[in-house]
């Protein structure tokens, strides 16, 4: 392949900006960017002629997360060092920072805020067991409050009484394992309440809102196959709505409401797109029903503690949302819209680093039928030029996960592989959220390889069936779980690959679930089987005991400080392909934990990965 000249640089510095937090009485927002090379912390007034007049906050080696206003305008947010997810509580009062927590092995997650209190899970007293607390505001001047200690699974709080009394938690036992119950304070007395529902077990709840004191609306798949609202009783009853599910026909994601407001805000998931609506919900069912324009079509964007978790957040006077929004073809930035007459803009202009958005390439949707007809998604980026005799050079992108979804938000990195002349295949593989429980089952446990059967399946169509595509070219690339699937799929279809680019991958099931943190094996376990249970089924799944197989090279990348895919991962995996000849890389960053966080690490690594891939594709 002779390179194009593409400024790799430029593609990969398009800010990221999102997670915005509105201020509890002004017109003012906070929220992260990337800017700067890592997210930092800022804050503005809003207004639709703010442009990028927004100050800010933090300069930290590391990046600042997650942040949040709290009632008394001081400003709560998230860091780590060195990737390592070990996040600490900073606060910003009056400009100057504070550290609530300074326990730096120690991990601090926020649940929940409320006017008077943060709810949050650390492990400060067990590393392998987040227990739950709560602390009053102002936080310099209040202690933590410890509430509940779980015998297993990971807890979280999003709805708690008028009075915090009443804490309604939910326990995640595997990523579609959850239950709800009710921690009554200051007796520490529990109740529970999905667990008397009948077919309990293998459902997701998520917690909105209390309705009325004996009401909670909640977002379930509970007996069905998509996450649809539903009020559960504190008797632990539960009432579906029906009509509305229908109406919607597609699973729930994000809500919002204000304290003072009538509406619930809430956002579907259409094969990866975001529709908006709203509802006044009550115990028995749900009235003004609307759905709310979007300026473009595309998806809200959310993350976790490494970046941010609010995609959706109403203003304190009910009058705004605040969006984080794109599309393949807008960067990730924080949208407004009015509520009242639905206008739609930017309260901060992103940073395009000089390049035209008119050039980044919008993606179509597609599907193939896959060994067992199965239907599997997948979007489809072509580059604009003239192409190739044989065909674009194509990329297959595998997300992590599993139980994730790659959806149409912009990309830096697909982006910068268009310009390079790359085409782009994303697909939705079994195991995927958005599609529904079923088909988020198809991967579990001794159907994990499945998987890895439609991939081989795309590849087999793309090459017989599009003609943009050169299937003598294709290239496999993705991180974490993504990471397994590029190296299960060179060792189970090695005939296939032209070439593989593996980040953060799992190459070993067995070595992976005795390194990953104490913390999240139980979850792990769940998904992936079990090592006291099942550790035939792990070696068989396991890329390392098929290294004999590879024959296309092999690009690897791994932060020295992931707790989730140890090192030890990527290390393996490169001794092992490099004793049997085939050409392989390893790039290390001693400064990132799972995944790339730093514009500087980024730069060199994709930099790497593109003159590597030119050269051999």
Excluded at 449 to 473: C, F, M, P, T, W
């Amino acid at each position: 392949m002779s390179g194009k000249s593409v400024d790799f640089k430029k593609y990969l510095s398009i800010e990221t900006l999102g997670g915005a937090s509105w201020h509890p009485n002004k017109n003012q927002l906070v929220y992260v960017s990337n800017s700067s090379g890592s997210f930092q912390i800022y804050t503005g007034v809003v207004g639709e002629d703010s442009g990028r007049e927004f100050q800010k906050l933090t300069d930290e080696p590391d990046r600042c997360t997650n942040p949040k206003f709290l009632s008394d305008g001081t400003i709560l947010f998230t860091r780590d060092r060195g990737g390592d997810e070990n996040f600490q509580f900073g606060l910003l009062r009056e400009g100057e920072l504070h550290w609530v927590t300074t326990t730096l092995d120690a991990k601090y997650r926020l649940n929940k805020v409320t006017d008077n209190y943060i709810y949050y899970i650390s492990n400060e007293l067990d590393r392998s067991r987040l227990d739950l607390y709560r602390r009053r505001i102002p936080l310099l001047e209040n202690k933590p409050e410890l509430l509940y200690k779980p015998v297993n699974g990971i807890v979280h709080v999003d709805v708690v009484s008028d009075h915090e009394n009443q804490i309604v938690i939910t326990r995640r036992l595997g990523n579609v394992e959850h239950e709800i119950f009710i921690l009554s304070l200051p007796d520490g007395k529990i109740k529970e309440i999905t667990q008397l529902l009948p077919e309990s077990s293998k459902t997701r709840w998520i917690t909105v809102r209390y309705i009325d004191e004996n009401h909670i609306l909640v977002v379930t798949d509970y007996k069905s196959d998509i996450k649809r609202f539903g009020v559960l009783s504190t008797e632990g009853k539960f009432v579906s709505f029906d009509d509305l599910a229908n109406k919607l026909n597609s699973s729930i994601e994000y809500t919002t409401w204000g304290k003072h407001a009538q509406y619930t805000y809430f956002t579907t998931n259409d094969e990866g797109y975001s529709s908006l609506f709203r509802c006044v919900f009550t115990p028995l069912g749900y009235t003004d029903y609307k759905k709310i324009e979007m300026e473009f079509k595309g998806t809200l964007s959310s993350g976790d503690a490494r970046s941010f978790s609010d995609a959706l957040q109403i203003s304190p006077d009910g009058m705004k949302l605040a969006l984080t929004f794109s599309s393949p073809t807008y960067p990730i930035s924080s949208w407004i819209i009015e509520t009242e007459s639905g206008r739609m803009w930017q309260p901060v202009q992103t940073d395009y680093t000089d390049l035209n958005r008119d050039a980044f390439i919008d993606c179509t949707l597609q599907r193939i039928s896959s060994f067992d007809e199965l239907s599997i998604p997948y979007y489809r980026y072509i580059p604009q030029g003239i192409k190739p005799e044989t065909g674009w050079p194509t990329i297959i992108v595998i997300h992590g996960g599993p139980e994730s979804q790659i959806r149409p938000a912009f990309n830096p990195v697909i982006q910068a592989f268009l310009a390079l002349g790359f085409a782009v295949i994303a697909p939705n593989i079994r195991g995927s959220t958005g599609y529904g429980k079923e088909y988020l089952a198809l991967d579990d446990v001794e159907k994990r390889l499945d998987s890895i059967k439609d991939i081989k399946v795309i590849a087999n169509i793309l090459d017989e069936n599009d003609q943009d595509v050169d299937g003598q070219r294709l290239v496999i690339f993705g991180g974490s779980y993504g990471g397994f699937a590029v190296l299960s799929a060179i060792t189970e279809y090695p005939e296939i690959w032209k070439a593989a680019v593996e980040i953060v991958g799992i190459s070993n099931f067995v070595t992976f679930l005795q390194n990953t943190a104490d913390w999240r094996r139980p979850i792990r376990e769940a998904e992936y089987g079990s090592l006291e249970h099942d550790m035939d089924l792990l070696v068989s799944i396991s890329p390392i005991h098929k290294v004999d197989k590879i024959q296309c090279p092999l690009f690897i990348i791994q932060g020295d400080n992931d707790e989730r895919v140890p090192l030890s991962e990527s290390i393996q995996m490169y001794e092992k392909v490099k004793e049997k000849g085939v050409p392989v890389r390893l790039l290390r960053f001693a400064d990132e934990g799972h995944g790339l966080a730093k514009l500087k690490n980024k730069i060199e690594a994709y930099t790497e990965i593109f003159e590597w891939l030119i050269e051999i594709v």
